[in-house]
T-cell receptor, first 109, second 114 residues
Framework: GIQVEQSPPDLILQEGANSTLRCNFS?????LQWFHQNPWGQLINLFYIPSGTKQNGRLSATTVATERYSLLYISSSQTTDSGVYFCAVEGPYNNDMRFGAGTRLTVKP | EAQVTQNPRYLITVTGKKLTVTCSQNMNHEYMSWYRQDPGLGLRQIYYSMNVEVTDKGDVPEGYKVSRKEKRNFPLILESPSPNQTSLYFC?????????????FGQGTRLTVV
């Protein structure tokens, strides 16, 4: 099945810093989404982005489907950005969304 | 508001006592699925449903049952829960599969089996 790798696994930032999270995947995808899992365990859908670039406030994402990667940019980070960020993809032969292992982000005040 | 609703959000139960976690979506989606999330193992699919009365096993179906009698509902049933089913559970839905459609996830159900 499709493999999803996220990097870095852990990231510690000072409030106000910018960061880039990466997601590599091993096959073509029908769907790619970025999620933020908050400390209460909720999965918050950030972007549905099988290709192209999207922006939402301080967050933006780019997926280059032909090169099989996606990037999530967080600018001017805030403490509320802390949590785990997941990339999930749906491959052409899967019946589910395959999640990466996540990037644990800690933003310090 | 488009959403996937799971209930309950938190549940503590005892080994062997049957329980049901409900999942409902209001988007007329065909595809629904259940995942469990465990430390170090990530999110793994338990069961999925392509449409009403069509269900199939995911990666970790043992100890679970599902049904899809109506399009909007996809309950997860644990006939005889065991401590190794202590986990964080998510229900998800999308319009269909393999057609570039966005997946929506419920708020999660944190289950503890003692």
């Amino acid at each position: 099945g499709i493999q999803v790798e996220q990097s870095p696994p852990d990231l510690i930032l000072q409030e106000g810093a910018n960061s880039t999270l990466r997601c590599n995947f091993s096959d073509s995808v029908n769907n790619l989404q970025w999620f933020h899992q908050n400390p209460w365990g909720q999965l918050i859908n950030l972007f549905y982005i099988p290709s192209g670039t999207k922006q939402n406030g301080r967050l933006s994402a780019t997926t280059v489907a032909t090169e099989r990667y996606s990037l999530l940019y967080i600018s001017s980070s805030q403490t509320t950005d802390s949590g785990v960020y997941f990339c999930a993809v749906e491959g052409p032969y899967n019946n589910d969304m395959r999640f990466g292992a996540g990037t644990r982000l800690t933003v310090k005040p | 508001e488009a959403q996937v609703t799971q209930n309950p959000r938190y549940l503590i139960t005892v080994t062997g006592k049957k329980l049901t976690v409900t999942c409902s979506q209001n988007m007329n989606h065909e595809y629904m699925s259940w995942y469990r999330q465990d430390p170090g193992l990530g999110l793994r699919q338990i069961y999925y449903s392509m449409n009403v009365e069509v269900t199939d096993k995911g990666d970790v179906p043992e100890g679970y049952k599902v049904s899809r009698k109506e399009k909007r509902n996809f309950p997860l049933i644990l006939e005889s829960p065991s401590p190794n089913q202590t986990s964080l559970y998510f229900c998800a839905s999308s319009l269909t599969l393999h057609r570039n459609t966005e997946a929506f996830f419920g708020q999660g159900t944190r289950l503890t089996v003692v």
